[in-house]
C-alpha cells in the first residue's frame, strides 16, 4: 500500500524559513509529478508548487522567488523550502503525487503537515 506522509511543519516567525518533506512508501514502481498544495483557514486548497518526474518545477505566483520544491528518487522524497515566510503562508500544507504501483498508476495524498507563521 503506497503511503505519502509528509513532516517539517511547525511554528514560525515571519521571515522565517521552514522545509518541509513529503516521504513515499510501499511497493512504488515510478513516481510521476508531485505537487504541493495548501489550505489556510476560511480558504480554499491551492496549488503551491509541482515537480515534474524530470525535476521540472512550477510555482504558484504567491511563492515565487520564496518556495523551493525538490526531489530525490533515490529516496523517494519531495522536499519544499520555504524562506521568508509570512503570515499568510499560514496553512496545512499536503502532498499530492501520480505514483505506478503494481503497474497501476493512481493519485495520492498525504495527511499534512500544519505551517504557522506569526506575525
Known amino acids: 500500500q503506497v503511503q505519502l506522509v509528509e513532516s517539517g511543519g511547525g511554528l514560525v516567525q515571519t521571515g522565517g524559513s521552514l522545509r518541509l518533506s513529503c516521504a513515499a512508501s510501499g511497493n512504488i514502481d515510478q513516481i510521476f509529478d508531485v505537487d504541493w498544495y495548501r489550505q489556510g483557514p476560511g480558504k480554499q486548497r491551492e496549488l503551491v508548487a509541482s515537480?515534474?518526474?524530470?525535476?521540472?518545477?512550477n510555482y504558484a505566483d504567491s511563492v515565487k522567488g520564496r518556495f523551493t520544491i525538490s526531489r530525490d528518487n533515490a529516496k523517494k522524497t519531495v522536499y519544499l523550502q520555504m524562506n521568508s515566510l509570512e503570515p499568510e503562508d499560514t496553512a496545512v500544507y499536503y502532498c499530492?503525487?501520480?505514483?505506478?504501483?503494481?503497474?497501476?498508476?493512481?493519485?495520492?495524498w498525504g495527511q499534512g503537515t500544519q505551517v504557522t507563521v506569526s506575525s
Open positions: 499530492n503525487a501520480d505514483i505506478l504501483t503494481y503497474g497501476q498508476r493512481g493519485d495520492y
Open positions: 515537480v515534474t518526474s524530470f525535476g521540472r518545477a
